[in-house]
Structure formats: structure tokens, C-alpha cells
């Protein structure tokens, strides 16, 4: 007997190139991403590339789009006519800190350098805390 998938409605995060514009869609298949892209950006076929947020894999095909594991429900809409390419979200990029750890008598002493300025968006003060 062959198995029947259930297409059920999933909410998915459609966000332009830029992370700027965003849009929450109920969708169930793959027109229905073309169908909600070509509306809310007003591109037409051919004009876009719908790919996955984390890392930029494009979904071109509805066997693409059914295959998506559950977890993958953030696409990016890049505007081919601009030139727009998937580029890594600044939320995801992990700068390297270095930790130095002296020891002092009975007392360790931790040094903790990040490579990367913390002010952001008015807060100036960030908490490392260590525990043992």
C-alpha cells in the first residue's frame, strides 16, 4: 500500500535578503511559498531565489520544499534582478574569545578577551559569569 503524506498548514518565516523585511505565511506546499514570496515582495517568477536562512540552501522544487526537515522553517527571499546572495546572519556569527586562566596563591585569576566592541544598542555592559 503507498503511503499518504499529509500536507498539513505550518506557519514559515519569510524574511528578505537583508533581514529587514519579515513575514510570518501559513503554508503547505511549495506554490504556496512562491505563491506568498511573488505577493508580499512583489517579484515575479524568475526575479527571486528562495533559500534557507541558516545556510543559504535554495529551495527550488516542491520535493525540495516537502523534503524540509521540521526544524528548517526560516527562507530568505533574494532578489536576483539586485544581485542580493545569502550571507550568514550577524546573530549567527560566533566571534572567538580567548580565557586565561592564573592561578594566584589559593585564588584563580580569569582574564576573558573578546575581539569585538560589546556596545550595542545602548548597552554597554555585558555579564561573563564562571562558575566551579
Sequence with gaps: MASVVEKREK?????????????????????DLTREVQDKFG???GDYAVVLEMDGT??????VFDALLHGEKKFLVL???KGEEWTQSANDMS???SVNI????D???VHVHF??????????????RITH
Excluded at 58 to 63: D, F, L, P, T, V
Aim: with cysteine; hydrophobic share 30%.
Design 95 to 97: 566571534p572567538s574569545y
Design 11 to 31: 506557519m514559515y518565516k519569510i524574511w528578505s535578503a537583508d533581514r529587514k523585511k519579515k513575514y510570518g505565511c501559513i503554508l503547505t506546499c511549495f506554490e
Design 43 to 45: 517579484l515575479m517568477p
Design 115 to 128: 575581539p569585538f566592541d560589546f556596545e550595542e544598542e545602548g548597552e554597554t555592559s555585558h555579564v561573563v
Design 102 to 105: 592564573q592561578q594566584i596563591g
Design 79 to 81: 532578489n536576483k534582478t
Design 58 to 63: 535554495e529551495i527550488s522544487s516542491a520535493n
Design 107 to 109: 585564588k584563580n585569576k
